[in-house]
């Protein structure tokens, strides 16, 4: 069982940046693959950037060289880094946490809200 936690959304202006954070809490050891997904309003839910337990990188076309995904295992967290953010950037960012192992098993955290507007 993984519990996650966003923080760090907000209202900023485009062109600025803001960084997302992800407090995991779990009850095993075993290995996850560590995600961000946003869903805009009418709009699906979809995949922004993810990052392996080895540090394999995936980002969406529509935020290559913008947003950087990080991750501290020993604090159990996961950054999200927004750079010269957009109008179309703004959505609800979620967490995710997928049992490298185990894929079925996979955890979201609540939710938290980006606004990019002027």
């Known amino acids: 069982q993984v519990h996650l936690v966003e923080s760090g959304g907000g209202l900023v202006q485009p062109g600025g940046s803001l960084r997302l954070s992800c407090a995991a809490t779990?009850?095993?050891?075993?290995?996850?693959?560590m995600s961000w997904h946003r869903q805009a309003p009418g709009k699906e839910r979809e995949l922004v950037a993810a990052?392996?337990?080895?540090?394999?990188?995936y980002y969406a076309d529509s935020v290559k060289g913008r947003f950087t995904i990080s991750r501290d295992n020993a604090k159990n967290m996961v950054y999200l880094q927004m750079n010269s953010l957009k109008s179309g950037d703004t959505a609800v960012y979620y967490c995710?946490?997928?049992?490298?192992?185990?894929?079925?098993?996979?955890?979201w955290g609540q939710g938290t809200q980006v606004t990019v507007s002027s």
């Open positions: 995710n946490a997928r049992n490298e192992k185990a894929p079925s098993y996979a955890y």
């Open positions: 779990r009850s095993s050891d075993s290995i996850y693959t």
């Open positions: 990052m392996s337990s080895t540090e394999t990188t």
